[in-house]
Structure formats: structure tokens, C-alpha cells
């Protein structure tokens, strides 16, 4: 080959890897214009003039059964189907798309700076953490690093923009506030340390990935991301639906009827921190079960221990990312959120 047919060939690459970011940034951005943005600008005009968002998905569960799991995942799937179907595409479609090399040099390292942008790239998709759950899966299949997929799956549904509006119109500035002050935590500071829980990348193998990357798959675009989807699909969605049943009907033991009295203590903040990190919600339905659970009496502690635990992460959304993480990440991750869930409780008995 001659200089000036490598010179062409590069350039002909180059346009080809530039056509494939624009395309996957269309779908993204139109995927989520309709699914996510325009739906949240009307949803923030009734938060602002009703100072409600809808009734508590929880519902009226009086005690643990198949049918009372089964009601509640019909109305949890009918929430979220859109925004999973958007997150098992966008999932599978960066596998195909975006190239590794690329993704590497801004993502792939452990330090805070690939962490931090993991975590704003987060921020217009606004998804719950099981429909950002495939695009970590992928971002993981690309080796991204452990921080930099923390941040952007649990940055979705954690520092949701349009959350933190819903909220400041329906609870207060002081729960918007909390769960942006804690947010921040879970999101920059647990993503980063959760980098020395997993094995270690030295910059020789990095460089290693970003010369294999070079060799990246080829042939017809339509197979690899067809394989990519169908495997993707394969392994998470079965595991998906199991656990929402099984949380759903076990929604009434997690979320038990207390009293006054006990709904205000320490002991409460420890249990709902607990029950928010494993239940599974649609995104910003934690606002209504709080408002809900609060004219029953639910004090401020355990309601700000529910504002942070229950978008952050969710046991079925642990099983569909536990393939793409160490299990000490993971374990760590739970750990963190339940703690720093307890300290937003204890905040918020004081501050609420």
C-alpha cells in the first residue's frame, strides 16, 4: 500500500467512525426526546401547578403474595417499557457504534476525571436504574472503567434534573436539596472508590486494549448489533422480570404499616434505607410514596432516607449489571448507598 492509499484509507476510517457517533447521538437524542424530555416538560408543568405528581405506585398492598407481585410489575412495566426498550437500543447499539479506542481514552481510565465525566454524561438521560442498567452493560463491554459505569448508571436516575424539579415543587427545596448534596456523594464519591474493589488496570494495558481496539470487529453492521441485542436481551430481561415480581409482592414486608412514633426514629431510618436500596421504582415515583407515607405520619428522617436510596440502585438492577461488575463492587455499592442513605435520615430528622 502506498502512502497516499494509507493517507485515504485513514481518512475514509475516520469519516466512518465520525458518521457512527453522529448516528448513535441521533437515536440517543431523539430516543430520548421522546421518551424522557418532552413527557418530563408537561409532568414539571402539573408538579408546579398541582404540587402532585401522580399516587404512590406502592398502592394499598396489605400483605406478600404472587397476585399482589404480579398487580404491582403491570403497573411498574407500564411505567418504564418505553424507557427500557430505549435502554436495551442505546445499550446495544454503543457495543456497535461507538468505538472502543474512543471510549477508552475518556472513560477507560480509574481515575476521578473519567469517574466525573461518566457522571455528568449521565445527566440528560434521566432514565430509572434498571433502564440505564444496559447502557452500563455495554459501557462495560467496552471496557469503560468500574467508576466511570457507576457514575453514568446510577447518575440517571440519582441527579435527575427533572427529578430534582418535580421535587422542589411537590416536597420542598429542602428534600431537593438533601438528595443533590447526597447525589453527588453516591454518584462521584462511591463510583470513584469503587474502582479499588476491582482488578487493576495499569496504563500498559490500557494502551494494550486501545491498539487491539484498532482490529475492531468487523461485517454487517445489521448482525453484530442484532447479536449484541439479542445476548443483551438473553441475559438481562428474564432475571429483570423475575425480581420485579418477587420484589412487587414483597412490597407490603418492606414498606410495613408502623406507628407515629416508630416512623420517626433512627430505627426507621435504618429499615427504609435498607428496603429503598433493594425495592425497584419507575423513575421519580419516590416523590409520591414519600409525600403519600408522610401524611400517614412517616417522619422526615426515614422519608430523606427514602429520597436517596430508592432511585439510586435496586436489586433488580444489581442482577442485570452483575455480570458487567465484581461482586465486590457491587456488594460495596449496596453497602455505600444504605450508608449513605442512614446519614441522609439523620439529616433529614433535623432538617425536614
Not at 425480581?243 to 412487587?248: A, D, P, Q
Not at 455480570?323 to 465486590?328: E, I, L, T, Y
Request: glycine letters at 10%; aromatic letters at 12%; hydrophobic letters at 55%.
Amino acid at each position: 500500500m502506498t502512502h497516499s492509499e494509507g493517507f485515504h484509507t485513514s481518512r475514509g476510517s475516520q469519516r466512518k467512525t465520525w458518521t457512527f457517533i453522529l448516528i448513535f447521538i441521533l437515536i440517543a437524542v431523539v430516543g430520548l426526546a421522546y421518551v424522557k424530555w418532552v413527557p418530563y416538560y408537561h409532568k414539571a408543568e402539573l408538579a408546579r401547578a398541582t404540587h402532585s405528581i401522580g399516587d404512590s405506585i406502592l398502592g394499598d398492598s396489605t400483605g406478600a403474595s404472587l397476585q399482589s407481585g404480579w398487580e404491582y410489575a403491570v403497573i411498574y412495566f407500564k411505567s418504564v417499557w418505553k424507557a427500557a426498550i430505549l435502554g436495551i437500543v442505546l445499550g446495544s447499539l454503543l457495543q456497535v457504534l461507538l468505538p472502543t479506542n474512543w471510549l477508552l481514552r475518556v472513560l477507560g481510565k480509574t481515575s476521578f476525571g473519567s469517574t466525573a465525566v461518566g457522571g455528568l454524561a449521565s445527566l440528560p438521560g434521566m432514565m430509572c436504574t434498571c433502564c440505564a442498567a444496559p447502557v452500563a452493560v455495554g459501557l462495560r463491554k467496552k471496557n469503560v472503567s468500574v467508576g466511570a459505569s457507576l457514575a453514568f448508571w446510577m447518575g440517571n436516575p440519582t441527579l435527575n434534573p427533572a427529578t430534582l424539579v418535580f421535587m422542589t415543587f411537590v416536597l420542598s427545596w429542602k428534600f431537593t436539596l438533601i438528595r443533590l448534596v447526597f447525589g453527588l456523594v453516591i454518584v462521584f464519591g462511591i463510583s470513584y472508590l469503587a474502582n479499588r474493589f476491582a482488578p487493576k488496570v495499569d496504563t500498559n494495558e490500557i494502551n494494550k486494549m486501545m491498539e487491539d481496539a484498532e482490529q475492531e470487529q468487523t461485517g454487517s453492521f445489521m448482525i453484530r448489533w442484532l447479536k449484541s441485542m439479542g445476548t443483551m436481551i438473553l441475559y438481562i430481561v428474564p432475571a429483570y422480570i423475575l425480581s420485579v415480581l418477587l420484589l412487587g409482592a414483597a412490597r407490603a414486608w418492606l414498606f410495613p404499616e408502623i406507628s407515629v412514633e416508630a416512623a420517626n426514629g433512627i430505627i426507621a431510618i435504618i429499615l427504609f434505607a435498607l428496603a429503598g436500596m433493594l425495592f425497584v421504582i419507575p423513575t421519580a415515583a419516590e416523590i409520591p410514596i414519600i409525600q403519600t407515607f408522610m401524611a400517614f405520619g412517616l417522619g422526615g428522617g426515614p422519608a430523606a432516607a427514602l429520597l436517596v436510596t430508592l432511585p439510586a440502585i435496586s436489586l433488580p438492577s444489581m442482577i442485570m449489571v452483575g455480570k458487567s461488575f465484581p461482586m465486590k463492587v457491587l456488594l460495596f455499592v449496596a453497602g455505600a448507598v444504605t450508608v449513605i442513605g442512614i446519614l441522609s435520615g439523620l439529616v433529614g430528622m433535623y432538617f425536614l
